[in-house]
C-alpha cells in the first residue's frame, strides 16, 4: 500500500524558514520522480517542485524559485522541502506526490499534507 506521510509544518513569522518532510512506503522510492505540492485557502492545489530519480535534477514554480529547496533521501526514503523567506502567501497545507510536475495529476496519489501558517 503507497503511503506519503508529510510532517514539519507549524506556524512561523514572516521571513522565517521551516523543513517539511514526506517519509513515503509501499514502492520503490528511487525509481520514482516526486513532487511537492501545495493549497492555500480557497484555491486549488498548485505544484511548486519536483526531483527527479538518478541525479535528482530539481525544478521549482517560479512562486518559490530561490526560496524553497527540495532534496531527497533514497536510504530513507524521505524527501525534504526547505522553506527560507516566508510570507503570509505561502500559508497553504503542503503535500507530497509521486510524479513530476508533468505526471502528479495522472498518477492522482498524494498524501494528506501538512499545515505552514505564515504570520505577518
Known amino acids: 500500500q503507497v503511503q506519503l506521510v508529510e510532517s514539519g509544518g507549524g506556524v512561523v513569522q514572516l521571513g522565517g524558514s521551516l523543513r517539511l518532510s514526506c517519509a513515503a512506503s509501499?514502492?520503490?522510492?528511487?525509481?520514482?520522480?516526486l513532487s511537492w505540492l501545495r493549497q492555500g485557502p480557497g484555491k486549488g492545489l498548485e505544484w511548486i517542485s519536483e526531483?527527479?530519480?538518478?541525479?535528482?535534477?530539481?525544478d521549482y514554480a517560479d512562486s518559490v524559485k530561490g526560496r524553497f529547496t527540495i532534496c531527497r533521501d533514497d536510504a530513507r526514503n524521505t524527501m525534504y522541502l526547505q522553506m527560507s523567506g516566508l510570507t503570509p502567501e505561502d500559508t497553504a497545507v503542503y503535500h507530497c506526490?509521486?510524479?513530476?510536475?508533468?505526471?502528479?495529476?495522472?498518477?492522482?496519489?498524494w498524501g494528506q499534507g501538512t499545515q505552514v501558517t505564515v504570520s505577518s
Open positions: 526531483i527527479l530519480t538518478g541525479g535528482g535534477s530539481t
Open positions: 509501499g514502492f520503490t522510492f528511487s525509481n520514482v520522480a
Open positions: 506526490a509521486i510524479g513530476s510536475e508533468v505526471t502528479w495529476t495522472l498518477l492522482g496519489c
